[in-house]
């Protein structure tokens, strides 16, 4: 039996840099499943770059970068005077869990909407940008029971904005997904992290490892964290030796539309 492994792109739509990176993992390289941020100034341009390409679209709810598409008087909770979001440092230097789980579901409900008008059907598959907050999450699985979306969540006891290590684990649906993301590490090597996950496969579920590829350009460099591990992503995901590896292992590549 062959080990599965499902490879994920988050942040479509985060810039144009950014876009251009991800269709570049997708095209020439092992992406098969991409969540999109439908809030952002580049959405539509991520969108149009990777709209007729056979693969896995999810919605990468996002709720620190940005504006709403909601009425910001609609979510005081979420947004500063301006109403814009509030960032995610906000959220990681506030104790207290602001997020008000019904304001919450406001947001969701503007971007799954936008989701739909953009691509005239369901996401495939249903989550968040990482932020520290489990009222959010918690209004995320809500908000894919109520509407029967496929709910790619957390780990238990994980924090998405720190590593997350080989052995958490959820389920999407029925099937057990072995969750790794390593990009925040200070000395991420994502080729490692890769090699290591299809050294050492699970035989009971699917190896799931989130990636953020991307390049960079002037947006990116000033409202995220996370930069030349994008630029890392994107050519190991493009690199043949790391295909001619995963193929000498005989991973099985899966996408949120097989689960």
């Known amino acids: 039996m062959r080990n599965k492994l499902l490879l994920r792109a988050d942040d479509l739509g985060y810039s144009e840099a950014v876009n251009y990176g991800i269709e570049k993992s997708?095209?020439?390289?092992l992406i098969n499943n991409v969540?999109?941020?439908?809030?952002m100034r580049a959405t539509k341009h991520g969108y149009h770059l990777l709209k007729d390409q056979d693969i896995a679209f999810?919605?990468?709810?996002?709720?620190?970068?940005?504006?709403?598409?909601?009425?910001?008087?609609?979510?005081?909770?979420?947004?500063?005077?301006?109403?814009?979001?509030?960032?995610?440092?906000?959220?990681?230097?506030?104790?207290?869990?602001?997020?008000?789980?019904?304001?919450?579901?406001?947001?969701?409900e503007a971007q799954y909407q936008q989701f739909l008008y953009l691509f005239k059907r369901k996401p495939d598959y249903?989550?968040?940008h990482a932020i520290t907050s489990k009222t959010f999450?918690?209004?995320?699985?809500?908000?894919?029971?109520?509407?029967?979306?496929?709910?790619s969540g957390v780990p238990d006891g994980e924090d998405p904005n720190i590593s997350i290590g080989s052995d958490a684990s959820i389920f999407v649906g029925e099937t057990k997904i072995y969750m790794v993301m390593e990009s925040m590490d200070k000395d991420y090597d994502p080729w490692e992290t890769l090699k290591n996950m299809a050294e050492n496969a699970h035989e009971d579920g699917v190896?799931?490892?989130?990636?953020?590829?991307?390049?960079?350009?002037?947006?990116?460099?000033?409202?995220?964290?996370?930069?030349?591990?994008?630029t890392k992503e994107v050519a190991m995901l493009i690199d043949e030796r790391m295909k001619a590896f995963l193929d000498e292992r005989g991973m099985e590549f899966v996408g949120y539309r097989d689960l």
């Open 35 to 39: 969540g999109i941020m439908l809030n």
């Open 126 to 128: 249903f989550e968040g």
């Open 26 to 29: 997708v095209k020439e390289g």
């Open 207 to 230: 190896d799931m490892m989130i990636c953020h590829p991307g390049y960079l350009d002037d947006f990116i460099l000033n409202h995220s964290s996370l930069l030349i591990p994008r």
């Open 137 to 151: 999450f918690k209004a995320l699985e809500y908000f894919a029971k109520e509407n029967n979306l496929k709910y």
């Open 58 to 108: 999810g919605q990468h709810t996002n709720i620190c970068v940005g504006r709403p598409l909601a009425n910001p008087k609609d979510i005081p909770s979420l947004v500063e005077s301006d109403g814009s979001f509030k960032s995610s440092n906000t959220y990681r230097n506030t104790e207290e869990d602001f997020v008000v789980f019904e304001e919450a579901l406001i947001e969701i």
